[in-house]
């Protein structure tokens, strides 16, 4: 799998799915990795950047409003700070 963000112990592959709820609302979803334990993440588009949401093995772990529309920084930044 390729990684689209790769630093600083934290790889994020590219994007998995992408569903819509009541067509108004995307929410992007994937796979990363930090310090060699996987996570799923999903994300959706609000007013003031990403939303992204983190999901380790052991189960739900936390939202984080990120500040820009930058996906991929936006994972990695709240998987640093969740994880």
Do not use: C
């Amino acid at each position: 799998m390729n990684y689209v963000f790769n630093q600083e112990d934290i790889q994020v592959f590219e994007l998995i799915n992408v569903r819509w709820i009541e067509f108004v609302e995307p929410w992007i979803s994937g796979m990363g990795r930090k310090n060699g334990k996987l996570f799923t993440w999903q994300a959706t588009a609000k007013t003031s950047g990403w939303l992204v949401e983190i999901t380790s093995v052991t189960g739900h772990v936390g939202n984080l409003q990120g500040a820009t529309f930058n996906l991929p920084l936006e994972v990695a930044h709240a998987a640093s700070r969740l994880l």
